[in-house]
């Protein structure tokens, strides 16, 4: 695996081979804020310009464990997620370990039914991590030119990024629902 790498966006890209993948993958991060409810993804790190139709998400990494709450972020400025590991994600907790991009902690997994979700703290700050348009929904790349702005209004833990203040005005006044009923709450 190669060593963490920083994109010239600044997007902090990785290279990891999974069960799901035929071969090893260039990657991302990608995070997705929502206090207690963020959601971390393994996202492509640039998509195939032949393929009009690929789509950057290679895999949803972690899951809501309501029983066991994260308050993101951790005081020291890290994220935490309980992280799928049957399934789709298979190996995936072992691989993105080597890569350095996530460790494991130190305590017992989360049993939910037949499944357990072990404790992964990211090592990589918040900055490195792609993020989502709240408009469009398009994701950030490592081969974007510019990055995502955010809204300046959001709490810390609650943000929303945009593509451009086009996107931002839009979801401002016709989101759903609109970003300035729920913003800054």
Excluded at 9 to 27: A, Q, S, Y
Excluded at 46 to 74: A, F, G, Q
Excluded at 93 to 102: D, F, N, R, W, Y
């Amino acid at each position: 695996m190669s060593a963490l790498e920083l994109a010239p966006n600044g997007l902090r890209k990785f290279t990891v081979k999974l069960p799901i993948l035929p071969e090893p993958e260039e990657c991302t991060l990608g995070v997705q804020l929502s206090g207690e409810n963020s959601q971390f993804l393994l996202l492509k790190a640039k998509l195939r310009e032949e393929d009009p139709y690929d789509s950057p998400l290679l895999t949803r990494l972690s899951s809501v464990v309501t029983s066991h709450p994260i308050r993101n972020p951790e005081p020291s400025g890290n994220y935490t997620f309980y992280i799928k590991t049957y399934s789709e994600n298979e190996g995936a907790l072992e691989a993105l370990v080597s890569t350095g991009i996530i460790t494991a902690e130190s305590v017992p997994p989360v049993k939910q039914g037949f499944v357990e979700f072990p404790l992964v703290k990211v090592t990589i700050p918040l900055r490195q991590m792609a993020k989502q348009c709240g408009n469009c929904e398009r994701w950030e790349l490592c081969s974007d030119d510019a990055r995502m702005k955010v809204c300046s209004k959001c709490r810390d833990e609650s943000k929303t990024w945009y593509c451009d203040t086009d996107c931002q005005m839009k979801h401002w006044k016709e989101g759903y629902p609109p970003h300035k009923r729920v913003c800054g709450r």
